[in-house]
């Protein structure tokens, strides 16, 4: 198991949450991680699966791609040194108010036959998997679990893990406090991943106003603004976070104390690149318009009834707005003896709806089971992982793209595309079965030298004349006696700009206990709890002046004793040279 830091830039940055241009970075709800787990066969195969609490798109920078790579890195090469002898198990259970379906109408497309299948029209079925060192124990819990990770707004400025995020530092968190008095040579490591999510969304609660939006187009007096979802801690977005992260931690908490299912066995993986789909001797291709009539039409056609607003396909400049191939991953089927069981990872690009995602997981099992390979013969389990490696917007089911709702809207290739992902996938899982190699097809494209960023550098940081880096601008209240679980504490920073070091795997606030010594201090919370956050700000726009706010809200479980706040950070100087700081409030207690 490995978890390392790739928290970016928490200043300056657009966010282009939902495309808001005016969504720029300007603090840390709680860090973003890279979580990996490793699974190997004695001296034989190994598999790595690597998940990051971010989704990128739209623009690049670079600092904030080498924190992402370095992450990623460094979470691989800790699990690498952590391998060890160990089982994993596996559990499944339905969590009922994490999700709803965000295009009902769409669903309603599908046939009648095929939904009296299914008790729900979304996914509410979480599986887990516990790993357990031979050694010391159970070392870490990943889950897959349909929900989108979008309980924080468009208008949100701190970056944060979300739902997702959240969840799996609440699992981690419960496991520290659970083992505190006992040795473990590692971190525990847990993670919350989503599997098809299109049509599954974490806002619980019905439009602004209260009256019903139009079933078929989520408009509320001809305008959608009204009917936007809304979480369960609305108007609260860090509520709605916590309530939606907290009701997966609790399921997987169940699911990890039950998990008795012990995976043996292979372990196994197939890759492949389709630089196009070819169904039925027929292309599926991009949304494209070209500059002949007759393909213009043709083009058309194919996409029906979806009007073609951008050619991504055909557009290249800076280079390919849509991708230029598509990687489908059957991640490591686990078998034990006796028994048979088997779990196999899907991995792909897309955001498959509900509907979509069953399509696809039954078609894989099917083929499966028919393989005749008797390790096939008992159940099979199949987790669809999607958002692997990159991003091809959307994929719904024929029906369902007729409706023409976002979803259907953005599935790039036409409404045969999840036709063409089941045709390859069903040869993924026969190379599978059959030991046999697949063709790896063409390489993603190297886009590093084509990239463009519009992000300026910091050139200074300055403070007003007499004033240090660090210094106290607001204190806390003299005498101030917090009260746990209710009250908040804030403190204002003379600061700088928090783009001259990300102080990763570090922290840009701190609060602290005072040992019984008077003397020591002890870092209890930091920018990685979600009790604490850390706000940055300019006075003007292109002023090189700010200054730092942390709030922190003492948690019930946080002990009675003297606290500070201490702020770190690093300031530029017109030559360029960077100086770390710190700087920390007046005590207070806390009750």
Same mark, same amino acid.
């Given at each position: 198991?490995?978890?390392?830091?790739?928290?970016?830039? *928490?200043?300056?940055?657009?966010?282009?949450?939902?495309?808001?241009?005016?969504?720029? *970075?300007?603090?840390?709800?709680?860090?973003?991680?890279?979580?990996?787990?490793?699974?190997?066969?004695?001296?034989?195969?190994?598999?790595?699966?690597?998940?990051?609490?971010?989704?990128?798109?739209?623009?690049?920078?670079?600092?904030?791609?080498?924190?992402?790579?370095?992450?990623?890195?460094?979470?691989?090469?800790?699990? $690498?040194?952590?391998?060890?002898?160990?089982?994993?198990?596996?559990?499944?259970?339905?969590?009922?108010?994490?999700?709803?379906?965000?295009?009902?109408?769409?669903?309603?497309?599908?046939?009648?036959?095929?939904?009296?299948?299914?008790?729900?029209?979304?996914?509410?079925?979480? @599986?887990?998997?516990?790993?357990?060192?031979?050694?010391?124990?159970?070392?870490?819990?990943?889950?897959?679990?349909?929900?989108?990770?979008?309980?924080?707004?468009?208008?949100?400025?701190?970056?944060?893990?979300?739902?997702?995020?959240?969840?799996?530092?609440?699992?981690?968190?419960?496991?520290?406090?659970?083992?505190?008095?006992?040795?473990?040579?590692?971190?525990?490591?847990?993670? *919350?991943?989503?599997?098809?999510?299109?049509?599954?969304?974490?806002?619980?609660?019905?439009?602004? @106003?209260?009256?019903?939006?139009?079933?078929?187009?989520?408009?509320?007096?001809?305008?959608?603004?009204?009917?936007?979802?809304?979480?369960?801690?609305?108007?609260?977005?860090?509520?709605?976070?916590?309530?939606?992260?907290?009701?997966?931690?609790?399921?997987?908490?169940?699911?990890?104390?039950?998990?008795?299912?012990?995976?043996?066995?292979?372990?196994?993986?197939?890759?492949?690149?389709?630089?196009?789909?070819?169904? $039925?001797?027929?292309?599926?291709?991009?949304?494209?318009?070209?500059?002949?009539?007759?393909?213009?039409?043709?083009?058309?056609?194919?996409?029906?009834?979806?009007?073609?607003?951008?050619?991504?396909?055909?557009?290249?400049?800076?280079? !390919?707005?849509?991708?230029?191939?598509?990687?489908?991953?059957?991640?490591?089927?686990?078998?034990?003896?006796?028994?048979?069981?088997?779990?196999?990872?899907?991995?792909?690009?897309?955001?498959?709806?509900?509907?979509?995602?069953?399509?696809?997981?039954?078609?894989?099992?099917? $083929?499966?089971?028919?393989?005749?390979?008797?390790?096939?013969?008992?159940?099979?389990?199949?987790?669809?992982?999607?958002?692997?490696?990159?991003?091809?917007?959307?994929? @719904?089911?024929?029906? !369902?793209?007729?409706?023409?709702?976002?979803?259907? *809207?953005?599935?790039?290739?036409?409404? $045969?595309?999840?036709?063409?992902?089941?045709?390859?996938?069903?040869?993924?899982?026969?190379?599978?079965?059959?030991?046999?190699?697949?063709?790896?097809?063409?390489?993603?494209?190297?886009?590093?030298?084509?990239?463009?960023?519009?992000?300026?550098?910091?050139?200074?940081?300055?403070?007003?004349?007499?004033?240090?880096?660090?210094?106290?601008?607001?204190?806390?209240?003299?005498?101030?006696?917090?009260?746990?679980?209710?009250?908040?504490?804030?403190?204002?920073?003379?600061?700088?700009?928090?783009?001259?070091?990300?102080?990763? !795997?570090?922290?840009?606030?701190?609060?602290?206990?005072?040992?019984?010594?008077?003397?020591?201090?002890?870092?209890?919370?930091?920018?990685?709890?979600?009790?604490?956050?850390?706000?940055?700000?300019?006075?003007?726009?292109?002023?090189?002046?700010?200054?730092?706010?942390?709030?922190?809200?003492?948690? !019930?479980?946080?002990?009675?004793?003297?606290?500070?706040?201490?702020?770190?950070?690093?300031?530029?100087?017109?030559?360029?040279?960077?100086?770390?700081?710190?700087?920390?409030?007046?005590?207070?207690?806390?009750?």
């Amino acid at each position: 198991m490995g978890s390392y830091d790739i928290t970016s830039l *928490a200043a300056d940055v657009n966010m282009m949450g939902y495309a808001n241009m005016e969504q720029v *970075a300007s603090g840390i709800h709680f860090r973003l991680r890279a979580r990996t787990f490793i699974v190997s066969e004695p001296e034989g195969k190994r598999v790595v699966f690597v998940n990051i609490d971010a989704f990128t798109s739209l623009g690049y920078v670079r600092q904030s791609f080498d924190a992402l790579v370095d992450g990623i890195e460094n979470s691989i090469i800790q699990a $690498h040194e952590n391998l060890r002898p160990g089982s994993v198990f596996i559990n499944k259970g339905e969590l009922l108010d994490a999700g709803v379906n965000r295009s009902p109408s769409a669903y309603l497309y599908n046939p009648s036959e095929e939904r009296s299948k299914h008790k729900y029209n979304v996914d509410k079925e979480m @599986t887990l998997l516990k790993f357990v060192d031979g050694q010391w124990g159970p070392v870490g819990s990943f889950n897959w679990f349909a929900t989108h990770g979008t309980s924080m707004s468009r208008t949100n400025s701190l970056i944060s893990g979300d739902n997702k995020g959240a969840a799996a530092r609440f699992m981690e968190d419960w496991f520290e406090q659970d083992t505190a008095e006992r040795s473990y040579s590692e971190e525990f490591v847990s993670d *919350a991943i989503p599997r098809r999510v299109s049509s599954v969304i974490e806002n619980l609660q019905d439009s602004h @106003t209260g009256l019903p939006c139009d079933f078929n187009h989520s408009t509320c007096g001809g305008r959608n603004e009204l009917c936007y979802g809304r979480g369960p801690g609305y108007p609260d977005e860090f509520e709605s976070t916590r309530i939606i992260g907290e009701r997966q931690f609790k399921m997987a908490l169940d699911l990890f104390s039950k998990a008795s299912e012990q995976l043996r066995g292979k372990v196994d993986n197939r890759q492949m690149n389709l630089e196009h789909l070819i169904l $039925h001797k027929e292309m599926i291709r991009y949304p494209s318009s070209l500059s002949h009539k007759y393909i213009i039409q043709e083009q058309m056609e194919s996409h029906y009834p979806k009007p073609i607003l951008l050619d991504t396909g055909e557009m290249t400049k800076p280079y !390919e707005w849509a991708v230029s191939s598509l990687e489908l991953l059957s991640h490591f089927e686990i078998m034990t003896n006796g028994v048979m069981f088997n779990i196999t990872f899907l991995s792909f690009l897309s955001e498959f709806t509900t509907m979509a995602g069953r399509r696809l997981r039954d078609a894989v099992k099917r $083929h499966l089971q028919s393989s005749g390979n008797i390790e096939m013969s008992g159940e099979i389990h199949i987790v669809i992982a999607g958002l692997g490696n990159g991003y091809s917007q959307y994929v @719904t089911t024929f029906e !369902e793209y007729q409706a023409q709702r976002y979803e259907g *809207a953005s599935t790039l290739f036409g409404p $045969h595309t999840l036709s063409g992902y089941i045709q390859e996938f069903k040869k993924l899982s026969k190379s599978l079965v059959l030991d046999r190699p697949v063709q790896p097809g063409p390489q993603p494209p190297d886009l590093l030298d084509k990239q463009v960023s519009f992000l300026t550098p910091v050139v200074v940081d300055t403070t007003p004349a007499g004033d240090s880096f660090g210094d106290v601008i607001s204190d806390v209240p003299k005498n101030l006696s917090l009260k746990r679980g209710n009250d908040l504490v804030t403190v204002v920073f003379q600061s700088a700009c928090p783009r001259n070091d990300l102080l990763t !795997e570090g922290t840009f606030a701190l609060v602290e206990r005072l040992e019984r010594d008077d003397k020591t201090w002890t870092p209890v919370y930091d920018d990685d709890d979600l009790c604490l956050r850390f706000k940055w700000s300019r006075p003007k726009k292109l002023s090189s002046r700010s200054e730092a706010t942390v709030e922190w809200r003492g948690p !019930e479980s946080a002990s009675r004793g003297v606290y500070r706040i201490t702020h770190f950070g690093a300031a530029k100087s017109l030559f360029g040279s960077v100086q770390h700081f710190t700087g920390s409030s007046s005590v207070f207690a806390v009750t």
